[in-house]
């Protein structure tokens, strides 16, 4: 796991693909959100553009996986027992289309995080410093550092509240 300091071309990242996949998904694309850490101005990241993509209803993967496979993403997660929850990636794995419904909770919770780590210092420097130290140890994969990192997250998310 590489964290590497922020890049500020991340943004101009997001915009590009947020405007393809609008583009391939039309109407079916209600919202589309620059999240995670590479949507924080000053924070250090792994090097993956994480999307939100919100749908009306992402079981219903008719409406909106034909037209993802088209642009070049794969379907790598289905989760439906968190929140309907999908997540695509590109083949050179460098980003992450996450797919949750429109009446989700996991929306805001999402940019309630994004939002606040933008806002907040010293809850930023907190986060970069537990991903830093998290980042040194060796880990199964990549689902156990993101476990490891559950606990400074949803403190983060308390403080918002």
Known sequence: IEIVDYDAHWPEKFQRLASIITGAL??????IEHIGSTSVPGLGAKPIIDILLVVEDSRNEASYLPK??????????????FHEHRMFRTPARDVHVHVYS??????ERNLIFRDRLRHDAHDRQLYEDTKRNLATQPWSDMDAYAAAKTQIIEQIIAHAS
């Open 68 to 81: 993802m496979e088209a642009i070049g993403y794969e379907l790598r997660v289905r989760e439906p027992d």
């Open 26 to 31: 039309g109407d079916a694309a209600l919202r």
């Open 102 to 107: 429109a009446a989700s909770p996991e929306i």
